[in-house]
């Protein structure tokens, strides 16, 4: 069988990074200015376009492109878990679990599951009011953190000091959006509503989000380029 040679695929973290970003600006930009025109202008939806392309809005095109990004940053993280394995490095589990996060929150966001799930839970813990709602968030948002400590704390200081500081940059921008400008958000619809002030908030929330993660995307494809120099993948049938 002929071989056919293959010219190896050059991926450098910072470009990757800046193509992502520039379209995560583009997607926030067009938002942005689609919630000015409902609000300046009384369109509320100029024929779908509006719900398309709200970052708050659910099964859209920020949707997608916040799954996509959530998924890419989990297959990069598995890459990295099997060259742990691979190589006998420590943390391979630490890696699969931090893979498995992200691919929860990739179907989080395209299935709009804690939307979904957030009635239910209410009932089944006997939230009725506003005020324990909102208690309740504060402390899902301490335990998410606190459990990120817990089970990362020692993993981040065996990493190397540019890669450490990185990932929690990302992680302090992540949680700055899905907790911190959520409870914002919570707290200034319940008094004045949806209005565009309460959209502005929820695009900082969504473009805090999508920065962390693009963030870390480029923080772990850096670790992989300067731990492992070069990664090959092989297709065969014959064992190795």
């Known amino acids: 069988m002929r071989r056919i040679h293959i010219t190896p695929i050059l991926l450098k973290p910072s ?9 995560a600006f583009l997607v926030v930009l067009v938002s942005t200015v689609g919630q000015l025109i409902k609000f300046l202008t009384g369109h509320d939806e100029l024929m779908g376009l509006l719900s398309l392309t709200f970052v708050d809005d659910e099964n859209n095109i920020p949707t ?6 959530l998924a ?26 931090l893979s498995a996060g992200f691919l929860y929150l990739a ?3 395209g299935l709009s599951l804690h939307e979904r799930l957030r009635v239910p839970i209410r009932a089944l813990l006997g939230i009725s009011s506003f005020s324990t709602s909102y208690s309740y968030w504060i402390l899902r948002g301490l335990a998410v953190v606190l459990f990120l400590i817990a089970v990362f704390g020692k993993f981040l200081r065996r990493l190397p000091a540019k890669t450490r500081y990185t990932f929690l940059l990302a992680a302090l921008l992540y949680l700055g959006g899905a907790v911190g400008f959520d409870l914002i958000g919570m707290a200034y619809s319940r008094v004045h509503g949806g209005n565009l002030m309460y959209s502005m908030i929820a695009t900082v929330e969504e473009s805090l989000e999508m920065a962390g993660v693009i963030l870390f995307i480029y923080a772990i494809l850096a670790y992989i380029a300067e731990t492992y120099q070069e990664v090959r993948l092989r297709v065969s049938d014959t064992p190795v």
Do not use: T
């Open 15 to 23: 470009a990757v990074a800046r193509a992502l970003a520039a379209f």
């Open 72 to 97: 890419l940053a989990a297959l990069c993280v598995a890459l990295v878990a099997v060259l742990a394995k691979k190589h006998g490095a420590p943390d391979v589990w630490r890696w699969a679990l």
């Open 64 to 69: 997608l492109f916040s799954v996509l990004l």
């Open 107 to 109: 179907f989080d966001d």
